[in-house]
């Protein structure tokens, strides 16, 4: 089966949304290419000695809103299409929380955990020399993203302002906190999607204790939104990573899988939730301790399609599928990883009355820290974490009331409604500078 292209399913959503909105041809054009990309080849000196030269890019989508927001991401499988398609829904995600930024995005073809600490600094710093003049605090600002972290945005950071010959703080978002990182932003994607899954959650009538969990990916967002999850009494009986997963009919509790996760590399034991008990290793097994049912091992493949409440795919994109989409029995789907739901998926799912939380709404809650943590860099003032968390929670709850008043009134599904509101509002930035409609009313005053 050929690969979907992440590019081609990021078009066909905007293009599903245009159907519905009234914008200008100006902005239609604009939105339909990115406005420029660079591809850039990263020499490093291996700690072997031998020298390999890694495959970079960077994406500005668009800049019609304010300067291009996006994360770098570390892995095997980026390509040019993968960061053209996140740097599109970069655009309309910061549209639909309805701050000042436009859409990018950037990737380097690496697997980082074949890579010494040491080789992942010099990757990172020769990053940053390779694209320094395609970013700035005014033009375009990276975050972390897949397999890149605090520590990562650090060494970025601090290789820009070497190169600056000034400390430039602004400039990179998702920083340690001594270098200027804001409070609150490593959970806030979590976060962010843990407000909008409870506003879901109350209109389809599921209450946390007798809600069902499962989510596909346990890095950064995933762990988050399971935590939250988990403490706010929803019963989470399934997560997974790159490595498979676990299944416990009774709950998992997510800080104990987390610290098997680092302790041994891999989810190898599954935890009983509310307890300390580790049960044992093994394919399919029965706690020992409270023999409160079966709990075994569990593929990617096999997670999306359990019989629970709720699914948080929260790993990558294209994990719904016209293959499987017709398998999936949650109520309510919470995108947190960027584009994890295919076109002919989302058909699928739509006609089985599935409540599907797009990705630019759901996982917005990174980019919107993000932002705190830009204007707190340019003013030299900071917040408390109770201050960004609130703040957080107020755009999280109204852009999912705006949402979804649009789907309500316009009968369709809350990712066009999503594009919906989002496409207005860029449709307004594009329209300020004027549009033909503009210039040939100006024309036809002048003959």
Known sequence: MARISAFENAQSQLEKALGFVKISDDAKKVLRKPNEIIEVSIPVRMDSGDLEVFTGFRVHYNDYRGPCKGGIRYHPDVSLDEVKALSLWMTFKCAVVNIPFGGSKGGVVVNPKELSNQELEKLSRAYIDSIYNFIGPDTDIPAPDVYTNEIIMGWMADEYNKINRRLTPAVITGKPLSMGGSQGREAATGRGGFFVLNEAARILKLHPEDTTVALQGFGNVGYNIARFLHGAGYKVVAVSDSKGG??????????????????????????????????????????????????????????????????????????????????????????????????????????????????????????????????????????????????????????????????????????????????????????????????????????
């Not at 409440?309 to 109520?331: G, M, R, S």
């Not at 930035?429 to 040939?440: D, L, P, Q, S, W």
Request: include cysteine; glycine fraction near 6%.
């Open 246 to 447: 676990i299944y416990h009919t009774h709950g998992i509790d997510p800080d104990v899988t987390m610290d098997t996760k680092k302790k041994d590399g891999k989810m190898g034991e599954c935890i009983c939730s509310g307890s300390i008990s580790a049960c044992r290793k093994a394919e399919h097994v029965t706690c020992a301790k409270c023999n409160c049912g079966e709990i075994g091992q569990i593929t990617n493949e096999e997670l999306l399609e359990l019989d629970v409440d709720i699914l948080v795919p929260a790993a990558l994109e294209n994990q719904i599928t016209k293959e499987n989409a017709d398998n999936i029995k949650a109520k309510l789907v919470v995108e947190m990883a960027n584009g994890p739901t295919t076109g002919e998926a989302d058909e699928v799912l739509n006609e089985k009355g599935i409540f599907v939380i797009p990705d630019i709404l759901a996982n917005a809650g990174g980019v919107t820290v993000s932002y705190f943590e830009w204007v707190q860099n340019r003013a030299g003032f900071y917040w408390s974490q109770d201050e960004v968390n609130e703040k957080l929670e107020t755009i999280m709850q109204r852009e999912f009331k705006n949402v979804h008043d649009i789907k309500e009134k316009e009968k369709v599904d809350m990712r066009t409604a999503a594009y919906i509101l989002a496409l207005g509002r860029i449709s307004e930035a594009v329209a300020a500078k004027g549009t033909r409609e503009y210039f040939m009313k100006s024309e036809s005053r002048s003959s």
